[in-house]
């Protein structure tokens, strides 16, 4: 053991903090800081500094490409990321596909799709949920029936995050009825624009657009967008899950988050003194903290684990329990430390060229509705229930 | 000690129950509150008629009810509709002038009536939740006061006809000595009122008063009681939004439980699954809970510990209000994120509610300071 970064990490840190410093567009952070609505050109933007940079792919194998970073390398760069106020990338393509890709997908796919995702050529999105199949994603329903040398598309996903801005769709659909759900399920990629398919907006409870319905109908896919074999989608899917590790715990997205509260915390004033001070919430504050010190590390742990060989296991479900629970509750002590100011809520605030006055303080607009928005993260990806039925499953031995 | 309404009352709550059940569905609601009003005027005359408003009310001041338990059931029905209507702002501004003169509870009498429209301006931006904090300034000129200072997030803001303001006539910003209320015409020349919507959809607004003059007569009440009315009025607005906070937990509760019965994943209804179970009793179980510090509350409004109560019931809405706002989401799963899908704009109300008259923290302060002072 020993928790001194080395040399080289220490120098990798310098090189990571001197590339945010330089090629993190101010604009771009502010607008990420002051919780403003990124449109699709300011992700794309970014991922493409990001991949001018190589870094978009860093985590990517050496033979794809990637420089294979470690785990402390991924640690680092997430929490300056954070720190600097970077967008988040939107992982479904760069960080979901691609290993999959990697891993199942053929070699043409690999050099069709892999360079398209880098240069943002292709935005993806993820086809897994329907209105019957959320939890229990193996009873999903849709499906894919080959005539010739297509597949023929039926039915509808759901919950497709940002499938308003995708290009392409990756789908998990119903390739035969025969024995366990989970063995008639194939893994495909769609083109959007192919006639057929149809995208409905859903609107979420703060009023964002963010997730949609995607209807297929009579949707004609060539067969070779299937990945791997037929009917092995379910293997593909969960390699997926369990694959995407980094990340999970959101250690640098806290981090920041609480940079920004305790901003908020000195701001704002009770009885005349910082509410930094207020005993009560520094209570609730140092909790978090402590937290979130032993899950950075936790994080490492795993992470270092899994670049050293080892099978993926419970480690990544309680990552993302205790990931989204501490975020929430750093967004819930955010949504406090406002007092009255996080009642009112002016939606146009939230997108830039916005110039009129804020109401209460400049921070004051996006907490309420970041809090009721990130509820959804205890949802998605597998919910919070569903993590401890795996650890339970895994560890318990009953 | 008896647990039941008296009569009179049940027939309140069967009324105010029946309006909001027949006449408030939720995308009703959504219109009204997305109007330029934010509620509507039709159903506001609508609901003086019934009585509504004069039930917040004591004989005295002109109204037909005004206990605590009055208060308490016709909010817990308003809570289980998210009505959008300014019963909240009314009750506030309109305790207070129960107290003024002639003139004043004329004012009242067109409040109870439907016809008036009342707020308290009182909050500033930077009071948080000390109730003496009035930065605002009331200077003596000629036969009567000119009003300047800044008010913040006042409920109803927008659209009352007058506001009840509260301003320092001396001493320092948290002083409880020497703060005064006054009535003030909304259109008077100096009030600016800059309205907007919050989160869970009701309004309120940032006022400022630019050498605002109003006349002697404009004060309400002795300066000296000032601050007595205002905890009046604060305890009442506090046991309001928890009955109201109560009546939409009910709701979340009713709706999330009818879900774990019909949502079925893994080929059973998702409420057989224990690890939910559990947590449905929980939340059934601090239902119980918050119900009966709303008893407690409303019952001890005119005794010595009515300050313990009203904190008690507000630390514990804002506590177990927020489980069940939270787990009655994430046991529905993503359909309670949507925007068509009600649950969610319960919960919002849910946890706004804690933003008003002191959060779950404030409360819990207070309590250890009556602690302390026994
Ligand atoms: C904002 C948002 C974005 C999303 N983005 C995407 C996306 O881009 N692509 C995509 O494919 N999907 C996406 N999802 C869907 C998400 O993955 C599902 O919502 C999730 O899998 C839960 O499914 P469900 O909503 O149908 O809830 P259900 O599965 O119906 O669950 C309801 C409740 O029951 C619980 N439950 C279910 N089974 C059990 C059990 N066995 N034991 C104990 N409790 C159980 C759940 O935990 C939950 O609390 C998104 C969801 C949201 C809210």
């Known amino acids: 053991m020993d928790l001194n970064y080395t040399e080289e990490e220490n120098a990798f840190l310098e090189e990571v903090r001197t590339f945010f410093a330089e090629k993190l567009p101010r604009q771009l952070s502010d607008k990420v800081r002051s919780g403003k609505r990124l449109t699709r050109e300011d992700q794309e933007q970014w991922h493409a500094i990001l991949n001018d940079a190589g870094y978009l792919n860093a985590h990517w194998p050496t033979e794809f490409g990637g420089q294979g970073w470690n785990a402390i390398q991924r640690d680092l760069f997430d929490v300056e990321a954070n720190v600097a106020g970077a967008p988040r990338v939107v992982p479904f393509g760069v960080n979901m596909l691609s290993p999959v890709l990697m891993a199942f997908g053929s070699k043409e796919q690999q050099a069709h799709y892999l360079p398209r995702i880098l240069d943002g050529t292709d935005w993806w999105c993820q086809g897994y949920s329907e209105p019957g199949a959320g939890s229990d994603l193996a009873s999903l329903k849709m499906t894919a029936e080959r005539q010739g040398d297509h597949y023929i598309l039926n039915g509808q996903k759901t919950w497709t995050t940002l499938g308003q801005h995708a290009d392409w769709i990756f789908c998990l659909v119903r390739t035969s009825k025969e024995g366990k759900p989970q063995e008639g399920i194939s893994f495909i990629l769609v083109d959007m624009k192919t006639p057929g398919v149809e995208v409905r907006p859903i609107i979420l409870l703060e009023g964002t657009h963010e997730v949609n319905e995607v209807w297929f109908t009579d949707v004609k896919v060539p067969v070779e967008n299937l990945v791997g074999e037929e009917n092995k989608g379910w293997t593909y899917a969960k390699y997926l899950l369990v694959h995407e590790r980094s990340g999970i715990a959101g250690v640098g997205d806290a981090l920041a988050s609480i940079d920004h509260l305790k901003h908020i915390a000195r701001d704002q004033k009770k009885d005349g003194k910082p509410l930094a001070d207020d005993p009560f919430f520094a209570a609730r504050l140092s909790e978090i903290e402590i937290d979130l010190a032993a899950m950075r590390t936790t994080n490492m742990r795993v992470m270092q684990a899994a670049s050293d060989g080892a099978p993926p296991g419970p480690q990544t479900s309680m990552l993302k329990i205790k990931g989204t629970e501490l975020r929430q509750s750093i967004n819930d002590l955010t949504r406090r430390a406002l007092g009255p100011y996080a009642m009112p809520f002016v939606s146009e605030a939230l997108e830039t060229g916005y110039n009129e006055e804020p109401i209460g303080p400049d921070y004051a607009n996006p907490v309420a509705v970041d809090y009721f928005n990130h509820r959804k993260t205890s949802i998605y990806g597998g919910s919070n229930e569903i993590q401890r039925n795996i650890i339970s499953k895994m560890m318990m031995g009953l | ?374």
């Open chain 2, 1 to 374: 000690m008896d647990f039941n309404h008296t009569d009179d009352r049940r027939m309140l709550a069967d009324m105010a129950g029946r309006l909001v059940r027949d006449q408030y569905d939720i995308e009703k609601r959504h219109k009204m509150a997305a109007s330029d009003d934010g509620f509507s005027r039709e159903m506001w005359a609508q609901m003086a008629e019934l009585g509504l408003i004069g039930a917040l009310f004591t004989e005295e001041a002109g109204g037909f009810g005004g206990a605590g338990f009055d208060i308490a059931v016709v909010f817990e029905e308003l809570g289980r509709g998210l009505v959008v209507e300014p019963f909240l702002s009314n009750l506030l501004a309109g305790t207070i002038l129960a107290g003024g003169n002639d003139s004043q509870k004329a004012v009242l009498e067109g409040v109870i009536s439907g016809e008036t429209l009342l707020a308290l301006a009182h909050g500033e931006p930077a009071s948080r939740y000390t109730l003496s904090h009035v930065g605002s300034t009331a200077v003596k000129s000629g036969d009567g006061y000119t009003l300047n200072g800044s008010k913040a997030v006042v409920i109803s803001g927008d659209t009352a006809d007058h506001l009840v303001v509260s301003a320092r006539l001396s001493g320092d910003v948290e002083d409880k000595e020497g703060i005064a209320l006054f009535l003030v015409p909304a259109n008077a020349d100096g009030v600016h009122a800059r309205g907007y919507s919050t989160v869970d959809g009701y309004r309120a607004a940032e006022i400022a008063l630019k050498d605002v003059s109003v006349s002697e007569t404009a004060m309400v009440g002795d300066a000296h009681d000032a601050y007595a009315n205002l905890e009046t009025s604060f305890a009442l607005g506090t046991l309001a939004v928890s009955a109201e906070a109560l009546g939409a937990i009910e709701m979340c509760i009713d709706m999330t439980l009818e879900y774990l019965k019909t949502r079925k994943q893994f080929g059973v209804p998702i409420g057989k699954f224990q690890a939910l179970q559990h947590r449905m009793a929980d939340m059934m179980t601090e239902r119980e809970q918050i119900r009966s510090a709303v008893i407690n509350a409303a019952g001890n409004l005119d005794k010595a510990d009515r300050d313990w109560n009203i904190s008690a019931l507000k630390n514990l809405v804002g506590r177990s209000g927020r489980m069940i706002a939270e787990e009655s989401i994430q046991m529905h799963g993503g359909i309670a994120m949507t925007w068509e899908y009600a649950v969610g704009h319960f919960a919002k109300r849910i946890i706004m509610i804690d933003h008003m008259f002191g959060d779950v923290d404030h409360h819990l302060e207070q309590i250890i300071k009556f602690g302390r002072a026994a």
